[in-house]
């Protein structure tokens, strides 16, 4: 913590000589006090909040909407080897597509509205998460399973006594993860075609070169992505202290 | 006559399913009867089948051919009539201990939740956990988290009780002492165990009979009748009495060229 805040620091120290000392022309590389006093300007007087408000929920519809289809599918996986082999190949080959790619897509198919964003983010993570949700099940040890079967628990039982207590740490690590890279895909599809959002913010700074807007709308991304990450992992401590 | 336990000319072959793979012979034609009371220890080197025939008493593997009936009722599948006990992973970290122990009693429809408590207690107590209840299974040692998983198994209430290498982990006084306690507690519970281990003083320590196994494919070289050589009630000191030296003696001598044998598997594969 005290080393991360350090880190932090430093870096913020560094910017801010560049900065102060003229190195690099403003439209390169503002200062930081200038980014954040624009950061707040874009607050009060241009309803900023409401972009990132837009953003956070664009994020999480299509980060739930993956959970909520990733981890029933991905349980099945693990324990019906018929699903896995249904499953296993299509989800690889879809994993391993560039999301970029996908735009084009799905605005065709959704338009660019709110569904074609949400379903760019879901198609981004629903297939990534599913595996990893089916390798957290897997890794339940077998020995777990079998003192369910022979303390006469049955397959439902097993599943909510034993396999989901067992897995639920691991998985709520790779949900956080997931929830990040939510974040990337959002920005991919903002920029692309939206009308509102911290993407869109940041790229229609950019046609006119207002680099300490841009970087305020970075920043932004940032805070979220720190206050999110951070919130769960208290979370993980608080549920899970037998780990510790 | 019927017998509490019947394992009838049971042999198990692996991989001889789809995949290709060479056919491995694990266990080659075991029968042996098991009477209900009976602590039987199989012993044998690691890998030659004698935990494969044990899951196969508990109904977490099937035999490739023949048969075992507990109670008049042949093996089908794992129930709550065979309880088992793992060297590893052998309670359940998001549970303090006490409900550890409950868990052996959790899907028990025929009683209540004070009763479960009570059972739960009792048994807690019994391998001197009581002052524990509250504790996280990680916070306790290797040699308590045994105890836990023993507690919680007699509390579900098995006819048979099937131990793999259950202190295969432990250090030796650790070890010692729960096989002090072990032996204790089937006495007092009357409880028919089976226990597997490759190690020759656990197993003359706790057994009233020794099934001997060979090396891969299993069968089974000698029968030792432990309990007409040593006393029921056994303690530390049995372990320095000539009686026990001897016969460890004799039973390592036998081990030993199977455990040989056993290596040389290994390595030839």
């Known amino acids: 913590m005290l080393l991360g805040t350090a880190s932090f620091v430093a870096v913020i120290a560094l910017w801010w000589a560049v900065a102060a000392l003229h190195l690099l022309p403003p439209q390169y590389l503002p200062s930081p006090a200038a980014v954040v006093s624009k950061f707040y300007v874009l607050l009060v007087k241009y309803n900023f909040i409401g972009d990132i408000g837009i953003s956070i929920f664009r994020v999480w519809s299509a980060f739930l909407l993956s959970a909520a289809m990733a981890i029933p599918l991905g349980i099945l996986m693990s324990s019906f080897p018929i699903v896995n082999g249904l499953s296993q190949s299509m989800i690889d080959f879809i994993r391993y597509l560039p999301v970029p790619a996908l735009v084009p897509l799905t605005i065709i198919w959704l338009g660019i509205g709110e569904s074609s964003k949400i379903a760019l983010l879901w198609m981004g993570t629903f297939f990534q998460l599913v595996l990893l949700v089916a390798d957290d099940a897997r890794r339940v040890p077998r020995e777990y399973i079998e003192i369910g079967l022979t303390t006469g628990a049955k397959p439902r039982q097993i599943l909510r006594s034993i396999v989901l207590p067992a897995m639920l740490p691991s998985m709520v690590d790779n949900l956080r993860i997931t929830l990040g890279w939510c974040w990337t895909y959002l920005i991919i599809a903002e920029i692309v075609a939206a009308d509102s959002g911290i993407g869109y913010v940041i790229m229609s700074a950019r046609r006119y070169v207002k680099t300490d807007e841009v970087m305020a709308g970075i920043l932004a991304i940032g805070i979220i992505g720190l206050a999110t990450d951070q919130a769960i992992r208290w979370l993980h401590r608080r549920w899970f202290v037998y780990l510790t | ?269």
């Open chain 2, 1 to 269: 006559m019927a017998h509490f336990l019947e394992i009838d000319r049971i042999t198990k072959v692996f991989g001889t399913t789809s995949a290709g793979a060479a056919a491995i012979n694990v266990i080659d034609g075991i029968s042996m009867n098991i009477d209900e009371g009976e602590v039987v220890v199989f012993l044998g080197p690691s890998g030659c089948g004698k935990s494969t025939l044990m899951r196969m008493v508990g109904g977490l593997e099937t035999p490739t051919t023949g048969r075992i009936v507990l109670e008049g009722r042949e093996v089908k599948g794992p129930d709550r009539q065979k309880g088992m006990v793992f060297q590893s992973y052998s309670s359940f970290p998001w549970l303090k201990v006490l409900d550890n122990v409950r868990f052996g009693l959790r899907f028990r429809t025929d009683i209540d939740a004070a009763e479960k408590d009570r059972i739960a207690r009792h048994y807690l107590r019994m391998v001197g956990l009581g002052d524990f209840e509250d504790y996280w299974v990680n916070r306790i040692s290797g040699g308590m988290r045994q105890r836990v998983a023993i507690a919680r198994t007699f509390a579900a209430g098995p006819d048979i009780l099937l131990m793999d290498e259950p202190f295969g982990a432990l250090d030796a006084q650790n070890r010692e002492f729960l096989q002090l306690q072990l032996r204790d507690l089937c006495l007092k519970e009357r409880k028919t165990v089976i226990f597997v281990t490759h190690d020759v003083e656990e197993a003359v320590f706790l057994a009233d009979r020794i099934f001997v196994f060979s090396a891969r494919p299993a069968k089974i070289l000698e029968e030792i009748a432990i309990r007409d050589l040593l006393p029921a009630e056994r303690d530390i000191k049995l372990r320095e009495s000539e009686t026990f030296f001897n016969l460890r003696n004799r039973i390592l001598g036998l081990t030993r060229t199977q455990a040989l044998r056993s290596e040389q598997m290994e390595v030839s594969q």
